[in-house]
């Protein structure tokens, strides 16, 4: 049975500033699962990417809790957050002269100390996040030498080398060509199933989703509220979320079939 990793009570986020304080959601209640690959979908500036920040502790909630591992987010010290949870961001490396097992190997820095000295325990779980990652081949390559696609598995092989028992990842699938996409969002399930990680990214890729991910977050603005809607895909189908989410005029959803069709 998957367990609970994080409980969000009753969460409100936004950003506070001189101007006073701009709120993007509230009242969000639910819980993300160890062993799941979790998608957030959402339209263009309706909050994931304030939700995903707040959730990794890069910017301070507005209200409510967040607790991972049932203790308060804001009471961890950041040495302790960083062997807890593992991000990767959509913006790609400069990075020259670096090879992948080098990049990966960053991944320790919780673990090694004020000098960064790696230790042959260390670079055993290196070598562990590059094959689980299964870019073997990559080992030797330098960082600038990659295709998109390669470089965001070294970015996921650096998450797993920190040893997290969460890693959030803000659309993983962007400037990835379609079998890129597929082979990544399988890759993400895949780890999240066989190392019981609880795995939580933002998306736009909407039917890709349907068909690998676990629990779906939906992120909707209604009349200046922006509210979240969780459930499987088949649950969200069934109860036309996914129809009100994605039909425009031309665009239907099936829910029998998960699919969209648009209409010549």
Same mark, same amino acid.
């Given at each position: 049975m998957n367990s609970e990793t994080i409980r969000l009570s009753n969460l409100?986020? &936004?950003?506070? /500033?001189k101007n006073g304080t701009r709120v993007v959601a509230t009242?969000? *209640?639910?819980?993300?699962?160890?062993? !799941? #690959? %979790?998608?957030?979908?959402?339209? *263009?500036?309706? /909050?994931?990417?304030?939700?995903?920040?707040?959730?990794?502790?890069?910017?301070? =909630?507005?209200? /409510? !809790?967040?607790?991972? +591992?049932?203790? !308060?987010?804001?009471?961890?010290s950041d040495k302790e957050l960083s062997r807890l949870i593992?991000?990767?961001?959509? +913006?790609?490396?400069d990075i020259k002269n670096m090879s992948v097992r080098e990049l990966v190997a960053l991944g320790r820095s919780p673990y090694t100390g004020f000098w960064g000295t790696l230790h042959e325990d260390d670079w055993q779980v290196v070598d562990e996040a590059i094959r689980a990652v299964r870019i073997e081949p990559l080992r030797e390559r330098?960082?600038? %030498?990659?295709?998109? &696609?390669?470089?965001? =598995?070294?970015?996921?092989?650096?998450? #797993?080398?920190?040893?997290?028992?969460?890693?959030?990842?803000? +659309?993983? %699938?962007?400037?990835?060509?379609?079998?890129? =996409?597929?082979?990544?969002?399988?890759?993400?399930?895949r780890l999240a199933r066989e190392q019981q990680k609880t795995i939580f990214l933002s998306t736009h890729d909407f039917e890709l989703a349907l068909q690998v991910a676990d629990t779906l977050w939906i992120m909707r603005n209604e009349d200046y509220q922006t509210?979240?809607?969780? /459930?499987?895909? !088949?649950?969200?189908?069934?109860?036309? +979320?996914?129809?009100h989410y994605v039909e425009r005029p031309g665009i239907s959803f099936d829910p029998t079939t998960l699919s969209v069709r648009i209409k010549k």
């Open positions: 409100s986020i &936004g950003y506070r /500033g009242g969000i *209640n639910a819980a993300i699962r160890s062993g !799941e #690959l %979790t998608c957030l979908l959402g339209a *263009n500036g309706v /909050g994931k990417s304030t939700l995903l920040r707040t959730l990794s502790a890069f910017q301070p =909630k507005l209200d /409510g !809790e967040v607790l991972i +591992e049932g203790r !308060e987010i804001a009471t961890f593992g991000v990767v961001l959509t +913006e790609k490396p330098l960082i600038h %030498t990659l295709s998109d &696609g390669e470089r965001q =598995k070294v970015m996921i092989a650096k998450a #797993l080398a920190q040893q997290t028992p969460v890693i959030f990842l803000d +659309e993983p %699938t962007a400037f990835l060509d379609f079998p890129s =996409k597929v082979e990544m969002m399988q890759l993400l399930r509210s979240v809607v969780i /459930g499987t895909p !088949e649950e969200l189908a069934q109860s036309g +979320e996914l129809a």
